[in-house]
């Protein structure tokens, strides 16, 4: 399938779950949506650089918390002026941000080990909280009040706004992701995945390749964390920097599948909406501990994914 | 004036070094020589925080006494999280990213577990030695912060001496380097790998006892150390023992220097700016080979 007959799809696919959203009719269908679609953008941005190019971001949160804290430096910036940028403008803006913190991240440590690597990306995820919180205009440890419009004009609800946004950048994201599996970029990340100095010895321009895969997950990352503040009304860096976020980033992928772009979305769409489920019914800490129990049994038992599982089975019945 | 409290932060520093270098030692282990990346072993910790918070509490003995009575407890786990690994990542061959995953899923797990069933207040013991200090001049040792550096220095001490002078503890430092080599002279690596990470699991019961001694402790508490144990690991050179004391000592001081002069919500960036610096300039560490 060619790329603007897929993107086509996608967006009627897109259009639909909205449109049966708005006949349901909820606001809490919304507000629950939107939180498991910006749960595909940050498993699909992941994914990216884990999946693709084998390279574990355990920051995940951090660049998250860009996009978040982007929009909050503007939206004071704005205060004072008495304008307000559109969302959509921020979440460009956030995920400009994201991107030159993943470029730098490149630069700085993927020179590293896949190992070391990791380990890196955590400490970034730190250190930029430790200026957060160090950072009295746009809160500091205090947080920052962001207070939504509650109506918007032509769509009503503030809320659906904001999921039609998400729902668009989930889109852009998996369109994007698709995009990159099939054309030699992704050809390129698999080679650093499988053997990084064979490629490199190959003539694969390994550094470059690693630092687009860097710089577009981290974009999308800051993309989905720029209407964040919108979203929630009220931010400080123990939300924005939640170590939920790193650990669903890693595990919607792992649980759905890393080697193409339908296991992160699969992983993220029954993950988090379990995750709402449990949130509602049980308790938050019991949906965290269920994240890590299926993160850990989907590792040691099934290490491609329900979508590896679903290709076993399928070339299973072709066998018999 | 401004004397007396950099030669307090300097000996601050040091003692929390001393604590730092414990937390650190499991993981030169298992990090370091194993190539095993546990990024669990805070969670651990954490763990044997709680164990002598509870046993302290209930019957009153020293959490130090605690940590050392329940090693073989957390020796033996060590046993079963490594046979786990060994099973599905190892023994399969597969990539360090998906034994990455696991661990990172057990850190999780261990502190939603300990959220669960402590909730999420801070939790302290009573040690005899807690309020009492020594003091030599200007200079001010807080035993609560001496008693568990000290011990810690000895038990590091005798981690090195075991692992340079016992036939398994030569044989924990030659897997890291050859595990082909050591099969040949009749020695399983799995089993000495598997002795390792259990005496690496085991350093977790004293620094868990070390950490509830000298601060409230939180289930969540580990998150912070995940970043400052692998700081200290890589800026001693993987698997030096004597590299990471020098590191630990390096860091406590520089944290501690930065929590006087600074305030104390500088203190994280400290570790893991040096960390970024260490990974980004020196990747071989201190006293790397």
Known sequence: ?320 | MQFDLLINAIIAGLMLGGFYAAVTAGISISFGMLDIVNIAHPGFIILGSYIAYIVSANFGIDPIIVAILALPVFYALGTGVYGIYFQSFEKRGQDALRGLAFFFGLLFVTEVGLILVFGVDYRTVDTVYAGGSLKLGIMEFPLRMLVPALVSLAMFAALQLYMSRTFIGRAVMAVSQDPQALELMAVDPTRIKRIAFSIAMATCSMAGAFLIVIQPVLPSSGREYIGRVFAICVLGGLGSLPGTLIAALLIGVIESIATTFYGPSWAPAVSFGLLLLTLAVRPSGLLGR
């Open chain 1, 1 to 320: 399938m060619h790329t603007p007959k897929f993107t086509l799809i996608l967006a009627a696919v897109a259009a639909a779950l909205f449109i049966a959203f708005r006949l349901i009719g909820n606001d809490y269908l919304f507000f629950a949506g939107y939180t498991v679609l910006q749960y595909v953008v940050i498993a699909t941005a992941w994914n990216i650089l884990g999946g693709y190019c084998g390279y574990v971001n355990f920051g995940s949160a951090g660049f998250f918390a860009v996009g978040v804290y982007s929009t909050v430096f503007f939206h004071n910036i704005g205060q004072q002026f008495d304008f307000q940028l559109p969302i959509p403008v921020l979440m460009v803006i956030g995920g400009i941000m994201s991107g030159l913190l993943g470029l730098g991240m490149g630069y700085l440590t993927l020179r590293l080990r896949g190992v070391f690597f990791a380990i890196a990306t955590l400490a970034l995820l730190v250190v930029i909280e430790t200026f957060v919180v160090n950072w009295s205009f746009v809160g500091g440890s205090r947080g920052a009040y962001i207070i939504p419009p509650s109506e918007i004009p032509v769509l009503g609800a503030f809320i659906q706004y904001l999921f039609l946004l998400m729902l668009v950048l989930v889109v852009l994201s998996l369109v994007v992701a698709r995009t990159i599996e099939r054309s030699n970029l992704g050809v390129g990340f698999a080679t650093i995945r499988d053997d990084e100095l064979a490629a490199e010895a190959s003539g694969v321009p390994t550094l470059r390749l690693k630092l687009i895969a860097t710089v577009v997950s981290g974009a999308l990352f800051g993309m989905a964390g720029a209407p964040f503040p919108y979203y929630i009304g009220y931010v400080e860096p123990g939300s924005a920097f939640n170590l939920a976020y790193s650990v669903n980033a890693i595990a919607m992928p792992m649980i759905g599948g890393t080697m193409t772009w339908v296991g992160p979305m699969v992983g993220a769409l029954l993950l988090s909406t379990l995750q709402q489920v449990i949130t509602v019914t049980i308790s938050s800490a019991a949906n965290l501990l269920i994240t890590g129990l299926l993160l850990i049994g989907f590792v040691i038992l099934a290490p491609k994914g329900l979508v590896g599982l679903w290709q076993g089975f399928t070339a299973g019945r072709k066998q018999s």
